[in-house]
């Protein structure tokens, strides 16, 4: 008990605090926790890269943490507050400060632009807000702005099923940008981009969570895009947090171990490959 | 030779399953087939092919008279009544019902996948509503209003609406769960409400097949209005029954050449449609 008040009364500061949360996926009760005694604290307004191979539970650290799924034990506090001892509909408030964008962008292929990046509206709209932005988008000048950032302001009434991949995934976060989040939860926004679009997307998300002091938590499978960009990198496998670090002790050595399949605290690999690693590591993926 | 040896070495283990499946099959419905008398050879006997011949040469001199076609409009236009304003009515109940039974589009399964006791409890009365509904056909139902409201097109509305209510609720959920779930998911994520999770999430994934479903409904209407006609409510069935009982093939033709143009022109509509939404 004491515990619990400790951490939650730390926590008021704190936009993130996981202390030993294992999670397991709805599906399979009898598969290994897809998380395993997770241990983060994330400060308001702090950029963090997550790292780590395929299947290492990225994504479902990400799903935890915007409330959308129940960790199985563990503490987890979000803006100082226990998500899954509040009620329904306090839980759903606070998904309304926290925005997901999973790395599939989840835009109807009918639907046109506008409408869809509006969509990051719905949670401060009523019912009848959203049914007249329907028919007449309430705030297309908005949409047309965050479009832009994104160098897709050309595409504003366009279908989203006339967009590339590409368009779509920067759509996909452009509806980032018209949510009123204060945590920001993106997975993978660079699967789809050249180089040169990533460069942009990644440093378009940071100036905005840097304007308006959000959160910022970021999957990548870039490393060098994640080293060059965030202050803090989070390193996943297996389910577990290898290492958690600002990016300057972060080393090759480091890196190549998590990707490939050495223990951390086997030794580190030879000289000559030290210097191949983030190389090797960006071609892989 | 060598493909026996193939075959045995790689036996196809879904094989034996279809044959059983086909024996099975064959011997239900056997039995299914002498209990419903089908003998489709007694058309074929002398004396119903004499009359058959009469009744269908008549179908060839449709009847055009001046009274019969402004009774005809009439009689088409009060069938077209009577099954949009059935289907209106069947939507009004069906889509509160497909809002509150689709589980998709669940806020207190987000996360945990169980959904609230009390939310679970009313999603299955609304479906018991929706199975009551439609498992009384839209002919009983008819029969049942003729008898409270007496004949007339009111009776034919009312047990369209009520049918029908029950089978688009129906259909609606189950093509907004069989969507893709995504975009409506993460709105639920975001913290969208239910409501603002359909219109923006799952109504533009299935929208087109909700329309399309909804005017073959119609068409279902329609043609439902017809058979209705027949015990009295009203709309072309209840002149149709009176023509068929007069032997009257040419009108009779008439009749069926509207059923036809009726159901044809549903078909555009609905082609129309789902070519702006698509």
Redesign the interface.
């Known amino acids: 008990m004491s515990v619990s008040s400790n951490t939650s009364s730390g926590a008021t500061a704190l936009a993130y605090d996981l202390q030993a949360l294992t999670v397991r996926h709805?599906a399979d009760d009898a598969a290994p926790p897809a998380l395993h005694e997770i241990q983060l604290s994330v400060a308001p307004g702090e950029h963090l890269a997550i790292i780590g191979p395929s299947g290492a539970g990225k994504t479902t650290l990400l799903?935890t943490l915007?409330?959308?799924?129940?960790p199985e034990s563990g503490q987890f506090h979000v803006f100082g507050q226990e998500p899954?001892s509040l009620s329904?509909s306090a839980r759903?408030?606070?998904?309304?400060?926290?925005?997901?964008a999973?790395q599939?962008p989840?835009?109807?292929?009918?639907?046109r632009v506008v409408?869809?990046v509006l969509?990051?509206r719905?949670?401060q709209?009523s019912?009848w807000r959203?049914?007249v932005s329907?028919i007449k988008p309430a705030d297309p000048e908005a949409a047309w702005q965050a479009l832009s950032r994104f160098n897709l302001g050309d595409k504003l009434y366009s279908r989203v099923d006339r967009l590339s991949g590409g368009e779509r995934q920067r759509c996909g976060l452009a509806r980032l940008l018209l949510?009123s989040?204060e945590a920001l939860l993106v997975d993978e926004p660079l699967s789809a981009l050249d180089p040169a679009l990533s460069e942009l997307t990644i440093a378009t998300l940071r100036r905005e969570a840097a304007e308006r002091k959000a959160t910022l938590i970021c999957t990548l499978h870039q490393v060098d895009l994640a080293l060059a960009h965030f202050p803090r990198i989070v390193a996943l496998r297996k389910g577990r947090i290898v290492f958690d670090l600002p990016r300057e002790q972060v080393t090759a050595e480091m890196i190549d171990a998590l990707y490939h399949g050495e223990p951390r605290s086997s030794k580190p690999l030879p000289k000559h490959d030290e210097h191949q690693a983030p190389l090797a590591v960006g071609g892989c993926l | 030779m060598n493909t026996a040896v193939v075959q045995l070495r790689h036996p196809d283990p879904a094989w034996r399953g279809r044959v059983m499946l086909f024996i099975a099959f064959a011997v239900v419905l056997w039995p299914v087939l002498v209990i419903s008398e089908f003998k489709p050879w007694i058309l074929f006997d002398q004396q119903s092919i004499m009359s058959t011949a009469r009744f269908l040469a008549d179908f060839l001199t449709p009847a055009h008279s001046a009274e019969f076609m402004s009774m005809l409009v009439e009689q088409t236009w009060q069938t077209i009544a009577i099954a949009s304003a059935g289907l209106s009515l069947a939507m009004l109940g069906a889509i509160p019902a497909t809002v509150i039974m689709t589980q998709r589009l669940s806020v207190s399964s987000l996360g945990t996948g169980r959904m609230h006791a009390l939310s679970a409890f009313v999603r299955h009365v609304v479906r018991a509503v929706l199975v009551l509904l439609r498992s009384v056909p839209e002919l009983v139902w008819a029969l049942i209003f003729v008898r409270i409201i007496g004949l007339g097109p009111t009776a034919g509305v009312l047990a369209i609406a009520l049918t029908y209510c029950g089978m688009l609720g129906k259909v609606y959920a189950e093509i907004l769960e069989s969507s893709d779930a995504h975009a409506s998911d993460t709105l639920l994520r975001n913290g969208a409400s239910r409501l603002s999770a359909l219109l923006y999430g799952a109504l533009p994934e299935s929208g087109a097949e909700l329309v399309s479903y909804t005017i073959y409904r119609w068409e279902c209407a329609i043609r439902g209005s017809v058979v209705m006609g027949f015990v009295g409510a009203g709309g072309l069935g209840q002149r149709m029954d009176e023509s068929m009982k007069m032997l009257a093939g040419s009108e009779v033709s008439s009749m069926l050449i509207v059923f036809v143009l009726l159901v044809a022109a549903a078909d555009l509509v609905s082609k129309i449609l789902r070519k702006r939404l698509g």
């Not at chain 1, 915007?66 to 129940?70: G, I, T, V």
């Not at chain 1, 759903?92 to 997901?100: I, N, Q, S, T, V």
């Not at chain 1, 989840?106 to 639907?111: F, K, T």
Request: proline share 13%; charged share 15%.
């Open positions: 709805l799903a915007s409330l959308s799924q129940r899954w329904q759903h408030k606070l998904r309304a400060r926290l925005f997901l999973p599939t989840p835009l109807p292929p009918r639907q409408t869809a969509a990051a719905l949670p709209w019912l959203a049914l329907l949510s989040a």
